[in-house]
C-alpha cells in the first residue's frame, strides 16, 4: 500500500490539550541534548517486549517470535530513523489512548516545570516526567507509527506533525509489534549517521536485554545488520570490573534519572534465598515523586537476567525512592501475578533486600555529613512514614531519623535530643506546623524556651501522625507541645520572668461564660512570655492533625480548643481589672480567641465579625 492510499484513509483527530502544550514546549524549547529520543524510544520498544513476555505466560498467542529484537534503520536519503519492535504493539484504541493523552497527573507539573528551568536543563525534564514519546519530536517534523496488537490480525496507523492533531488509520504489519519512523528535521540530520546513532545507543542502551540493531548501508548499497548493545546484565558481573560511570549509567536507566546515585548497593546473597541485586539511593529527588500516585516500589524484579515485573514490592513502601534491579533463579522462568504474590521465595528476598538498604542507610547516617543531610531533605518525609507504618523497623527508623528543632538551624536526631533533656523531663516535645519559620515563631514554644527545654519543630504531613504511633523511643515518649498543659510547672524558668502576674480568678470564668460552646475551657498558663494567649487541643486531635484533617476534606468536628491566658500580659491584666470593676469583657472575649486562632494559623469561623468588633474596641480605646 503506498503512503498516498494510506492517508486518504486517515481520520484526523485532535490531541488532548495537555499533549498540545507538552508537544509545544517540546517542539520550541528542547533543543540541546536531543540525542535522549532515541533511548526514550528504545525503551519503550523493549517495555513493550518486556510487557509481551510476560502476558505470553499466560497466553500463548502472544509469544514472541524467535529472536526478538530491536531493529534501528536510517535511511539517509528519504532522511528518515525507523524503529521497529517485537513487542505487544497498540490497538488503534491503545495508539489513541497511549499517544494522544496524557494520564499522569505529573504532566502538568512537567509543563510549569519546564518553563522555570533554564533551557539547558530543559530535556532532561522529559524521561523523568514519563512523556518519553513525545521526545521524538525534537528531532522529528513528522511521526508514523505503524502497529498491531500482538494477538489480533489488523494493524492501525497513527501520524502526527507533532502541531495538534494527529491521524489514524488502518494499516498493514506482517507481525505483531511497532514501528516507529521518524522524518527527521532539517536541523537534525546529524543523527541519520549510522556513526552517530552507535554512539547513542552504546551510551543510553547499552543495559537494555534485548538485542539492539543497527542496520547500515555500506559504500555499495549493500545492508548490513549489527547489534550494538552489550545487553549484559551488570548486576551479575563482578563489582571489581564494572566502573562507577557504568554504575552511573546503569542507575540513570533503571531508575529513568539524570542525577548521580548517592549510594549504589551492589551484593549477592547466599544461603536461605539466592539473588544478585544493584541498588540505588538516588542523589535528587524526582521531579515528580510527590504527585506519584503510587506508594509502591518499582525495583525490578529478574528471573535469570530476564525482567519480570516492577511490581514485586520488593521493598516497603517508605522505601520507595530506591531503584535498581533484583535478579534470582529461585523463582521459575514463567512465574505467574498469582504466583509471585503468593510465594515464600518473594517473602524472602524482600526482607533480605530490605534489611541490606537500611543497613546501608543506617550506616551513611552514623557517618553523617552534608550528603546524608541532602539525603534526608530529599527522602526524609517519606522515610518517616515508615515511622507510622512499619512496626518492624519503626525504632530504627527512629535512630537515624533526622529533624528540625529549637536547638537551632541543623538537623538533629533523637539521640541529641535526649541527652540535651532535662533531667526532670520525661518526654520528647514536638510541635507540628505548615513551615518552619511560623514554626519557630510559634506562641506555642514561648514557655519551653524560657524554661531550656528543647522542641522538635515538624513540618511534613506523616508528623501530625507518627509520633503516637512510634509512642516512644529509648524510653522516652513523645507530646506535643499544644497538649503538654501542666507539664511546665515542673520545670523552673531559666530567664526572670517579665511583670508580676495578675490574679485572674475572676476573668477565667468570665471569658469562660461569654465564649461558651467556643471552647473547652479558659485557663491561666504559664507557657506564654510575649504572647497574651495561645488555644490548645485536649481529649482530641493535635490542633496541626486537625488541620490536616479539614483540608484534605475529611469531616472533622469542630473540636472546642482550650483557651489559655497569660497573667504577666498587660491586656489580660487590663482586662481582669475591668473584671474587678463589672464592666463587660464579652466582646474581648471573642477577640482574644480570635487572635489566638490567628496566631495559631487557624482560619477565623467569623472574619468579618472579628474586623467588626476589633474596630469597635479600637474606636473605643481610640476616643
Ligand atoms: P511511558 O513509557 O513513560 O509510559 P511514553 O510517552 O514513553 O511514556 O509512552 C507512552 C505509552 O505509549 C507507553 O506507556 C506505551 O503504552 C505506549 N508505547 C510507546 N511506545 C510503544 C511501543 N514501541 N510499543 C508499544 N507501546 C508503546
Ligand atoms: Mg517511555
Aim: proline fraction near 4%; charge should be negative; hydrophobic fraction near 40%.
Amino acid at each position: 500500500m503506498s503512503e498516498r492510499e494510506n492517508t486518504a484513509e486517515m481520520k484526523q483527530h485532535s490531541f488532548s490539550a495537555e499533549v498540545g502544550q507538552l508537544l509545544d514546549l517540546v517542539v520550541h524549547s528542547l533543543y540541546s541534548d536531543r540525542e535522549i529520543f532515541l533511548r526514550e524510544l528504545v525503551a519503550n520498544a523493549a517495555d513493550a517486549m518486556d510487557k509481551r513476555r510476560f502476558e505470553a505466560l499466560t497466553n500463548a498467542a502472544l509469544t514472541l517470535p524467535e529472536a526478538p529484537s530491536i531493529h534501528i534503520v536510517a535511511d539517509k536519503d528519504a532522511k528518515t530513523i525507523t524503529l521497529s519492535d517485537d513487542g505487544l504493539g497498540m490497538s488503534p484504541d491503545e495508539l489513541t489512548q497511549n499517544l494522544g493523552t496524557i494520564a499522569r497527573s505529573g504532566t502538568k507539573a512537567f509543563g510549569e516545570k519546564l518553563s522555570n528551568t533554564k533551557p539547558e536543563e530543559r530535556p532532561s525534564l522529559i524521561g523523568q516526567f514519563g512523556v518519553g514519546f513525545y521526545s521524538a519530536f525534537m528531532v522529528a517534523d513528522k511521526v508514523d507509527v505503524v502497529s498491531r496488537r500482538a494477538g489480533e490480525d489488523v494493524a492501525a496507523r497513527w501520524v502526527s506533525e507533532g502541531k495538534g492533531s494527529y491521524s489514524l488509520g488502518a494499516a498493514e504489519r506482517a507481525q505483531p509489534g511497532t514501528d516507529i519512523t521518524l522524518h527527521i528535521k532539517e536541523d537534525a540530520e546529524e543523527f541519520l549517521d549510522p556513526w552517530r546513532l552507535r554512539g547513542i545507543i552504546r551510551k543510553w542502551a547499552d543495559h537494555i536485554s534485548w538485542p539492539v540493531i543497527l542496520h547500515e548501508k555500506d559504500d555499495e548499497g549493500k545492508e548490513k545488520e549489527e547489534t550494538i548493545n552489550e545487553g549484559t546484565a551488570l548486576w551479575l558481573r563482578p563489582k571489581s570490573e564494572i566502573t562507577s560511570e557504568q554504575y552511573t549509567e546503569f542507575y540513570r536507566h533503571v531508575a529513568r534519572a539524570f542525577d548521580e546515585p548517592y549510594a549504589t548497593l551492589h551484593w549477592r546473597a547466599e544461603g536461605t534465598v539466592e539473588f544478585a541485586s544493584l541498588l540505588f539511593l538516588p542523589g535528587a529527588r524526582p521531579m515528580d515523586f510527590m504527585e506519584q500516585s503510587s506508594r509502591e516500589s518499582r525495583i525490578h524484579l529478574h528471573v535469570r537476567r530476564m525482567f519480570i515485573t516492577d511490581e514485586a514490592n520488593l521493598v516497603p513502601n517508605w522505601l520507595r525512592f530506591v531503584q535498581g534491579v533484583v535478579d534470582t533463579e529461585d523463582l521459575p522462568l514463567n512465574v505467574s501475578r498469582e504466583m509471585l504474590q503468593a510465594t515464600p521465595v518473594l517473602a524472602r528476598i524482600r526482607k533480605a533486600v530490605t534489611r541490606r538498604v537500611v543497613s546501608e542507610i543506617k550506616k551513611r547516617a552514623q557517618e553523617g555529613g552534608e550528603s546524608f543531610t541532602s539525603f534526608w531533605n530529599n527522602f526524609g518525609l517519606v522515610i518517616k512514614e515508615g515511622l507510622w507504618e512499619d512496626s518492624e523497623h519503626r525504632q530504627e527508623i527512629a535512630e537515624f531519623a533526622r529533624f528540625h528543632s529549637t536547638n537551632g538551624d541543623e538537623l538533629i536526631t533523637l539521640d541529641e535530643y535526649i541527652s540535651r533533656m532535662k533531667p526532670e523531663q520525661e518526654t520528647v516535645y514536638y510541635l507540628v506546623g505548615d513551615n518552619l519559620s511560623a514554626l519557630k515563631a510559634s506562641a506555642q514554644l514561648e514557655g519551653f524556651r524560657s524554661r531550656g527545654i528543647e522542641v522538635l519543630l515538624l513540618t511534613d504531613a506523616v508528623d501530625s501522625f507518627w509520633p503516637d504511633r512510634l509512642h516512644s523511643y529509648k524510653d522516652k515518649t513523645f507530646r506535643s507541645v499544644v497538649q503538654a498543659h501542666g507539664d511546665l510547672e515542673k520545670f523552673a524558668p531559666e530567664t526572670e520572668e517579665q511583670g508580676e502576674p495578675a490574679n485572674v480568678e475572676k476573668l477565667t470564668p468570665v471569658l469562660k461564660e461569654a465564649l461558651g460552646d467556643a471552647v473547652k475551657d479558659v485557663r491561666s498558663t504559664v507557657r506564654l512570655t510575649g504572647s497574651a494567649v495561645v488555644i490548645t487541643a485536649e481529649g482530641g486531635p493535635d490542633l496541626a492533625m486537625q488541620r490536616l484533617m479539614r483540608r484534605s476534606g475529611q469531616d472533622m468536628p469542630a473540636l472546642p480548643p482550650v483557651l489559655e491566658i497569660n497573667p504577666r500580659h498587660p491586656l489580660i491584666r487590663a482586662l481582669a481589672e475591668r473584671v474587678e470593676k463589672g464592666e463587660s469583657v464579652d466582646e474581648h472575649a471573642r477577640i482574644l480567641l480570635d487572635l489566638a486562632r490567628v496566631q495559631e494559623g487557624e482560619a477565623l469561623p467569623d472574619p468579618s465579625g472579628f474586623a467588626r468588633t476589633l474596630a469597635s474596641l479600637l474606636a473605643g480605646a481610640a476616643a
